[in-house]
């Protein structure tokens, strides 16, 4: 495709429920990055593939968040038993390479959770 | 871990005026990008430093890697309004896969 797609780009969800987020990174991106943004707040990194391998999960912030990537390509990001503190933008980039390249990031996933 | 700080957190300037961000590492760096998020949009690229002591520059834009390569600036000659978002500065040291971004600077600019 001609740029990161990300869906839905607004999910709302009620506490407890379990949401997943869908990432398709630009065509022949072996890298792919998941980050979370908090309404004003900065980019807080969650978790990085290099193809299908996550050699980075530090970021996440709970054993409810879990990420996979098949293909090499799309990515899902589920997030179980979701919590209010959830609600943030979901934001996927990619990139060429791992280290070295230009990240280009989705529109993002806006998450709301009542 | 990494400690990237960046500096101001907030500016709010007229149009015209110049305006400086700051990032600084407690580590030396590898290199270091910067990106721009304008209110409601999503990060894009601006620019990657590698070298010690690099400058470079895009039209009023101006980017400096410090020469111990633990600390960046951007600059900007008369802000215009088109200059209105937040700036991440994204540091990277040694083989470290996953990329982090600085708190961010996020500029006003007000005719």
């Known amino acids: 495709g001609a740029g990161v797609s990300q869906s839905p780009s607004n999910k709302v969800t009620e506490k407890g429920k379990d949401v997943e987020l869908r990432c398709d990174p630009i065509?022949?991106?072996?890298?792919l990055y998941w980050y979370r943004q908090s309404l004003g707040q900065g980019l807080e990194f969650l978790i990085y593939f290099q193809g299908n391998s996550a050699p980075d999960k530090s970021g996440l912030p709970s054993d409810r968040f879990s990420a996979e990537r098949t293909g090499g390509s799309v990515s899902t990001l589920t997030i179980q038993r979701t919590q209010q503190e959830d609600s943030a933008v979901y934001l996927c980039a990619s990139s060429l390479q791992g280290e070295g390249e230009k990240l280009f990031f989705g529109s993002g996933t806006q998450l709301s959770v009542l | 871990g990494q400690q990237v700080m960046q500096i101001p957190q907030y500016q709010h300037v007229q149009e015209g005026e110049d305006f400086t961000t700051y990032c600084n590492s407690s580590?030396?760096?590898?290199?270091i990008q910067w990106y721009k998020q304008r209110p409601g949009g999503h990060p894009v690229f601006l620019i990657q430093l590698v070298k010690s002591g690099e400058v470079k520059k895009q039209k009023r834009l101006t980017f400096q890697f410090g020469e111990a390569k633990k600390n960046s600036s951007l600059h900007i000659t008369a802000t215009q309004t088109t200059d209105v978002g937040t700036y991440f500065c994204a540091p990277r040291t040694g083989t470290a896969s996953k990329l982090t971004f600085g708190t961010g600077t996020r500029l006003q600019v007000t005719l």
């Open positions: 065509s022949g991106h072996t890298a």
């Open positions: 580590t030396t760096l590898s290199n």
